[in-house]
Nanobody, 120 residues
Framework: QVHLVESGGGLVQSGGSLGLSCAAS??????MGWFRQAPGKEREFVVS????????RYADSVRGRFTVSRDNAVNTVYLQMNDLKPEDTAVYYC???????????????WGQGTQVTVSS
């Protein structure tokens, strides 16, 4: 079992930046990533990074604005979000999967989520 704890969410104005962190209870040796769920919408893929941090995959809606990274020494994955837009408002969930995936059915572990709100 792996427990994931997200932090760093909050309220920011449009065009601003936020950084999220997700600490795992132990080394996962798996891909890690982020999904998000906006009010009234289904949860959607944001980004995934492989275990060695050599391969990443981004949703088209965030590519060029968001950057994922990980530090396996502290079992943590990070999401730096720049040029935030109101449509980025959502609960952001950290996720662990065997490999890079956009498919939620392949997620092994989920975090509890952290709220990101972008005001216009």
């Amino acid at each position: 079992q792996v427990h994931l704890v997200e932090s760093g969410g909050g309220l920011v104005q449009s065009g601003g930046s936020l950084g999220l962190s997700c600490a795992a209870s132990r080394r996962t040796y798996y891909a890690m990533g982020w999904f998000r769920q906006a009010p009234g919408k289904e949860r959607e893929f944001v980004v995934s990074i492989d275990e060695t941090a050599t391969t990443t995959r981004y949703a088209d809606s965030v590519r060029g604005r968001f950057t994922v990274s990980r530090d396996n020494a502290v079992n943590t994955v990070y999401l730096q979000m720049n040029d935030l837009k109101p449509e980025d408002t959502a609960v952001y969930y950290c996720a662990v999967s065997l490999d890079i995936t956009t498919n939620q059915a392949r997620i092994l572990y989920w975090g509890q989520g952290t709220q990101v709100t972008v005001s216009s």
